[in-house]
């Protein structure tokens, strides 16, 4: 599947987050400035400019590894993932609207259930736009919902919230506001699960990860980590960048490498993908 940020997107995010000169971005890459116009809105450039990118000198003005983010171009994904590893996580990619004629114009999220065969009840990452997949998972699969954790309350990751809590009146809910002043948070408990909370501002001021542990045959973690991060890419900072930078400086690029990471948007990946290809961790602000 695509990744969430093409090209275009990841340069203005790279703009904006390390404060970098537009003008002296365009003249690092030997581009025109209406070429450049056009690559940063469609992420896409014609054949004969495309190869007169300058991507070392671009990447070093930037300070990160320009190699990479002509990578990004040229379509590189992160390999896919397993599920067979992480038994009782289910990944729901759902939708603004429920069909549209193109893809572009469907607006996805990624909305994840972890589920125990202990006790035949699910948990909800991230309600997302639309309630019909994940309620026909728990249909088909005989499963009660227990709890609503969310990363963020961005109206994508929300829409569908008060379906659910229709559905499931004894659902509890979870957000920043039950973990607020507090340093550390136990982790909660839910069958052979571990679900450990923590606070991650920077996208939004209310970012709360959950880094999940317990998957049988598997001693590593999952992080859903909604927007602070997605694969090749960033969330954009619309609280803070120097929170956002923090957060993935201190709750993300800092664990275990195997870690796979769930992102509210675009594919899963791992921490050692994105330590080996995401153009922005090879900045020096986002070394740990
Ligand atoms: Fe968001």
Same mark, same amino acid.
């Given at each position: 599947?695509?990744?969430?940020?093409?090209?275009?997107?990841?340069?203005?995010?790279?703009?904006?987050?390390?404060?970098?000169d537009?003008?002296?971005?365009?003249?690092a890459?030997g581009?025109?400035?209406?070429?450049?116009?056009?690559?940063?809105?469609?992420?896409?450039?014609?054949?004969?400019?495309?190869?007169?990118?300058?991507?070392?000198e #671009?990447?070093?003005?930037?300070?990160?590894?320009?190699?990479?983010?002509?990578?990004?171009?040229?379509?590189w994904?992160?390999?896919?993932?397993?599920?067979?590893?992480?038994?009782?996580?289910?990944?729901?990619q759902?939708?603004?609207?429920?069909?549209?004629?193109?893809?572009?114009?469907?607006?996805?999220?990624?909305?994840?259930?972890?589920?125990?065969?202990?006790?035949?009840?699910?948990?909800l990452?991230?309600?997302?736009?639309q309630?019909?997949?994940?309620?026909?998972?728990?249909q088909?699969?005989n499963?009660k919902?227990?709890?609503?954790?969310?990363?963020?309350?961005?109206?994508?990751?929300?829409?569908?919230?008060?379906?659910?809590?229709?559905?499931?009146?004894?659902?509890s809910?979870?957000?920043?506001?039950?973990f607020?002043n507090?340093?550390?948070?136990?982790?909660?408990k839910?069958?052979?699960?571990?679900?450990? &909370?923590?606070?991650?501002?920077?996208?939004?001021?209310?970012?709360?990860?959950?880094?999940?542990?317990?998957?049988s045959?598997n001693?590593?973690?999952? #992080?859903?980590?909604?927007?602070?991060?997605?694969?090749?890419?960033?969330?954009?900072?619309?609280y803070?960048?120097?929170?956002?930078l923090?957060t993935?400086?201190?709750?993300i690029?800092?664990?275990?490498?195997?870690?796979?990471?769930? &992102?509210?948007?675009? &594919?899963?990946t791992?921490?050692?993908?994105?330590?080996?290809?995401?153009?922005?961790?090879?900045?020096?602000? #986002?070394?740990?």
């Open positions: 599947m695509q990744l969430e940020d093409h090209i275009g997107d990841i340069l203005r995010k790279m703009q904006s987050i390390f404060n970098i537009k003008r002296a971005m365009i003249a890459a581009l025109e400035e209406s070429e450049w116009a056009g690559w940063i809105k469609s992420g896409t450039l014609s054949g004969e400019a495309f190869v007169r990118v300058k991507w070392v #671009l990447g070093n003005l930037i300070g990160v590894q320009g190699q990479r983010l002509k990578a990004i171009a040229e379509g994904q992160p390999a896919q993932v397993n599920f067979e590893d992480w038994p009782g996580l289910v990944w729901i759902n939708s603004e609207k429920e069909t549209s004629l193109k893809e572009s114009e469907l607006n996805f999220v990624n909305s994840y259930l972890l589920w125990s065969s202990d006790n035949q009840e699910a948990v990452f991230d309600p997302g736009w309630a019909t997949k994940t309620l026909d998972f728990l088909k699969n499963l919902l227990s709890r609503i954790l969310l990363t963020h309350a961005h109206r994508d990751h929300v829409n569908a919230k008060p379906v659910f809590e229709r559905l499931f009146p004894e659902v809910f979870f957000d920043h506001s039950s607020k507090l340093s550390s948070v136990p982790p909660q839910f069958g052979s699960f571990s679900i450990r &909370p923590c606070l991650a501002p920077g996208h939004s001021p209310d970012h709360v990860v959950y880094r999940v542990s317990g998957f045959g001693p590593d973690s999952a #992080l859903i980590v909604g927007d602070c991060l997605f694969s090749g890419s960033l969330g954009f900072p619309f803070s960048k120097e929170r956002l923090d993935l400086r201190k709750q690029l800092c664990l275990p490498p195997n870690t796979l990471l769930c &992102p509210g948007h675009g &594919p899963l791992t921490l050692q993908e994105e330590l080996d290809h995401n153009p922005f961790t090879t900045n020096k602000l #986002l070394k740990c």
